[in-house]
């Protein structure tokens, strides 16, 4: 192995421990990580991530479906709306010319932007779950809840397919805000069994456009499993608040710096 591939295994570990420990999803903190601090290609570093998220979520469906913490309905609402997204974003990243750096520039600035919506979602997650649970007999919740979930299903889909960030975070917060009454153990069960297909779609895509560097995907998945365990084995111990404070002003900074760069 060369010094590179330990030191992408390292950086599987840190994300893996942190993703244990906040259970925020790992593409928020893999691919800027990827673009910034290794001067991966923006195009390739979602590739590679979109499957690395692909390859760990589906263990995490597993245990939650085990378990019972999956509402399908929802899930399969979500994957209604985001499957279809995502397959027409990358049908539209395809036609952009290879050669110039378009699809850089858009995966750059919608990772950012995806970033600062991400940190918005740790923040301000509980006052949205609160703010909906008092408002759950709207009108427009009692008729088209169906319609919506489908709708935020697709906004995920295009954000995942462009950025690789939105599957965890942002898919949480808006289940919590569409189903205020859902136990927070099935809203993340449902949001983690909707990321294994979208994330699939959309890391394949990425693939066939030549997207994806698997030796990276090998080392990053060789470190993250063991970090993951030993986040989430260490969670319980670190007061939630402040993890989640740490992590949204990172994802702040890291998204500025994508947008405004």
């Known amino acids: 192995m060369h010094t590179m591939d330990y030191l992408y295994t390292l950086s599987g570990f840190v994300v893996g421990a942190i993703v244990g420990l906040t259970g925020v999803g790992g593409g928020s903190l893999m691919t800027p990580l990827l673009v910034l601090v290794f001067g991966i290609h923006p195009a390739t570093a979602v590739g590679t991530d979109l499957l ?37 974003t ?3 990243l395809s036609q952009l010319p290879k050669s110039s750096n378009v699809i850089g520039e858009i995966i750059s ?14 923040l301000f997650g509980r006052k949205l779950r609160d703010y909906a649970s008092q408002h759950e007999d709207s009108a427009i919740r009692k ?15 295009v954000l995942v397919t462009i950025s690789s960030v939105g599957a965890g975070a942002l898919g949480v917060a808006a289940l919590f805000f569409l189903y205020p009454k859902l136990s927070p153990v099935r809203i993340v069960g449902s949001d983690v069994a909707h990321a294994v297909p979208l994330t699939l779609v959309a890391g394949l895509g990425h693939w066939a456009m030549g997207g994806v560097d698997w030796a990276l995907l090998g080392s990053l998945l060789i470190g993250s ?11 319980a111990k670190v007061p939630e608040h402040i993890l989640r404070r740490l992590l949204a002003s990172m994802l702040i900074l890291i998204g500025g710096k994508l947008v405004f760069a």
């Open 52 to 88: 690395y998220a692909a390859l760990t979520k589906a263990g995490g469906t597993v245990a939650h479906g085990k378990k019972g913490h999956i509402d399908w309905a929802i899930t399969g609402r979500l994957a209604l709306g985001s499957i279809p997204a995502a397959a027409i």
């Open 90 to 92: 990358l049908l539209i």
């Open 109 to 122: 600035h919608g990772l950012g932007f995806a970033l600062l919506l991400t940190a918005i979602a740790i």
């Open 143 to 157: 008729c088209c809840l169906g319609k919506i979930t489908v709708a935020v299903g697709a906004i995920l889909g």
């Open 225 to 235: 499993l063991p970090g993951i365990w030993l986040g989430t084995q260490v969670s």
